[in-house]
């Protein structure tokens, strides 16, 4: 079993910045990837960032891509999504995912999730 908490969210207006944050804890594989997905009203959960276990490897997904950046806190593990320039379509549940397969590839564990509102 992975736990998985996230904090950060909130309200921001149009082109301010959020820092999103995730503690994973449990059974914690030696390989792994750790991912931010988002999930609008009506819509489908889509991918945002992912970075690997160790902190070597990132991807990001098209919808932030210049926007975003993906980074481990190598003291507590936490691995952090920093979001600039937010727009109201970037609205949306912000999801933590623990992976064993692959950068962008979605494994069983998500976090509870945390809301972010753009809006002026």
């Known amino acids: 079993q992975v736990q998985l908490e996230e904090s950060g969210g909130g309200q921001v207006q149009p082109g301010e910045s959020l820092r999103l944050t995730c503690a994973a804890s449990g059974s914690i594989g030696n390989i792994h990837y750790l991912g931010w997905w988002r999930q609008a009203p009506g819509k489908q959960r889509i991918f945002v960032a992912a970075i690997s276990g160790w902190g070597d490897s990132t991807h990001y997904g098209d919808p932030m891509k210049d926007r975003v950046s993906i980074s481990k806190d ?20 912000y999801y933590c995912n623990y992976s064993p397969w692959s950068l962008g590839v979605p494994g069983d564990y998500w976090g509870q999730g945390t809301q972010v509102t753009v809006s002026s």
């Open 74 to 93: 190598y003291r507590t593990g936490a691995v952090i999504l920093q979001m600039n320039d937010l727009k109201p379509e970037d609205t949306a549940v």
